[in-house]
């Protein structure tokens, strides 16, 4: 009997663990195909008028280091981060060569040189966690550049709420992408949580915090019941 209450509960602690990276799966593809009337935009014009592409050189960047922490060679057991973030990586390449393909020779050529530099970066960071890590010390090398890159991406969108809180105006931080950021976050949270591994926890648990304080700005400076349909990631630096 107690061998069988033990196994239910490894099977139920399973089946919740799987549940919340799935759910976190599927919240981040939401925010990973949210640029797309974006780049419907530059494809119809064909121009990157004032568009930014840094924005996604470092989402790619992100999501590289993150689908690399997810590997079994580093960390076995958590290939649900692994998935989200391969598919994440090729949206994030896919607007980038798009970006590169309508931009001004100026822009291309930074483009370019950027996107260079985020694979060279990444193959740098693969080959130094191999030649020089073993395991475990490989995952918490790896670990250690996966919090710092979460935890600056979930705090990117601080120079919006600013802007929200100058402007008392939500129009540049559309409600739906910053529900889809609160859900991904406490959705892989709760994943590292059930995991046990805090590389994953703590800076979805920061990104956790950060998405209700967009919420709440979002409930106190809404101006009307529409929601604006401007991308998170429009960027005009």
Known sequence: ????????????Y?????????????????????????????????STEQFSGLPYIYALLNCLICLWYGTPIVSPGIILVFTVNSVGAVFQLAYILIFII??????????????????????AVVSISICLFQPPNRQTFVGFLTVVSLISMFASPMFIINL???????????FYLSLA???MSLSF?????????????VP????????????????RYSRSNEEPTRPLLESNA
């Open 102 to 123: 309508y931009a001004e020779r100026k822009k291309k050529l930074k483009m370019l040189g950027l996107l260079l530099g985020v694979f060279a970066a990444f193959a």
């Open 204 to 219: 979805n648990g920061i990104g956790g915090v950060f998405g209700v304080i967009q919420l709440v700005l979002y409930w």
């Open 164 to 174: 929200v809180i100058r402007t008392r105006s939500v129009e540049y931080m559309p």
């Open 14 to 46: 399973s089946i919740c663990s799987n549940a919340a990276g799935i759910a976190g799966n599927l919240c981040a593809f939401v925010l990973f195909v949210s640029p797309i009337p974006t780049f419907r935009r530059i494809i119809r014009s064909k």
């Open 189 to 201: 949270f709760a994943y590292g949580m059930f995991k046990q591994d805090p590389f994953i926890s």
């Open 181 to 183: 950021t609160f859900l």
């Open 1 to 12: 009997m107690e061998v069988s209450a033990a196994g239910g509960l490894f099977s139920t």
